[in-house]
């Protein structure tokens, strides 16, 4: 059974971009324009996950949100908001409003869809998959292990459990601490130098085959998979 994702974004072309890369990506997806279509088509049908602009005519992107939290039909219903704004004041907004991941424009569709797969992953495990792909890389769940370009990459049990973690949320920034406490554990006495000794060699192993690099470094922040260094997909631009 494919998942079914309702999309709700004013914007047309962005909207047929959208369903079209979905659809392609093995989604059934249903359309609409403003929050009052998308709350009679919930209604109708309960999608499985909804992509919800954040800014609307009529009713913004956050209001319809708190309206679905507040209902126990939709209260649990996955939500990610696109919008424009990318201030961390915004996303905090978004997500403290109830949405379950943010996405700011312009954006990968292909993460874009990473982050759909990841969220159903979390939320819906009937929809777990046995694979994580990014770009030409691949994480194989059941095999426990990792492809780039097909060429297979060895990896310590911490290395895999440190990519999986940015496989299941590319283009998100996670802090030391963070990964510290995902992939290490909290109960583990692990200095956050660890991190970036464990980042050096993830790095190192998955560009020995002179791939572009996906492992972002952000000053002061922490680390993020994504295509900061890779060649760009095509982005949505909206």
Known sequence: MKPHVLIVEDEAPLQQLLVYN????????????????????????????????????WMSGLELCRQLRRRPA????????????????????????????FVTKPFSLEELIARVRAVLRRVRPAF??????????????????????????????????LLRQFL?????????????????????????????????????ALNAGGGADLLRTVRAAGYALDHATATPDRLAEA
């Open 168 to 204: 299941e949320s590319p283009g998100r920034v996670f802090s030391r601490s963070q990964l510290l406490d995902n992939v290490w554990g909290r109960d583990q006495e692990v200095e956050l130098r660890t991190v970036d000794a464990t980042i050096r060699r993830l790095r190192r």
């Open 22 to 57: 979905l659809e392609r990506a093995g989604f059934t997806v249903d359309q609409a324009y403003d929050g009052e279509e998308a709350q009679t088509l919930i209604a109708e049908r309960l999608p499985d996950l909804v992509i919800l602009d954040w800014m609307l005519p």
């Open 128 to 161: 777990a998959e046995e694979s994580l792909r990014f770009a030409d890389l691949v994480m194989d769940l059941a095999a426990h292990r990792v492809f780039r370009g097909g060429r297979e990459i060895h990896l310590s049990p911490t290395e895999f459990r």
């Open 74 to 101: 939709t209260a649990n219903l996955p939500i990610i908001i696109l919008t424009a704004r990318g201030e961390e004041a915004d996303r905090l907004q978004g997500l403290n409003t109830g949405a379950d991941d």
